[in-house]
């Protein structure tokens, strides 16, 4: 192989690498689409003023994914909140897509829009 292949080669991975790094979410970047989303769709059955939205990273690694699981906490609580688990989210590490994820079966849910209308 000549030398141009190999260069040709090199040029093309450093620019996929460049590509892939440069707009790759970070988990507080995919937690953030997260909580824009919840807020703006009211994702919890009952909100207050006194309330708002927590997302924790389900503590596994996700290729493709950070896995979220959301909640609607007290700034204040009283000890009788009951659960404050509104549900399982996945976000796409490069397109930053929201979806629902399943936890049961570890997978992909249903799409949730996030473009404003």
């Known amino acids: 192989m000549n030398k141009n292949f190999y260069k040709l080669l090199l040029s093309i991975t450093i620019f996929l690498l460049c590509i892939t790094t440069s707009y790759a979410l970070t988990k507080a970047d995919a937690c953030n689409i997260l909580l824009k989303a919840a807020v703006k769709w009211h994702f919890a059955a009952k909100e207050s003023p006194n309330s708002y939205y927590d997302c924790v990273s389900d503590g596994r690694e996700h ?10 906490r007290s700034k204040t609580p009283t000890g009788n909140n009951g659960s404050n688990l509104v549900g399982w989210y996945a976000v796409d590490r490069i397109t ?4 629902e994820w399943d936890i049961a079966n570890l997978k992909l849910g ?3 829009d996030t473009k404003e209308h």
């Open 63 to 72: 290729k493709h994914y950070f896995v979220f699981d959301l909640h609607y």
């Open 96 to 99: 930053g897509q929201l979806f």
């Open 110 to 112: 249903n799409v949730i």
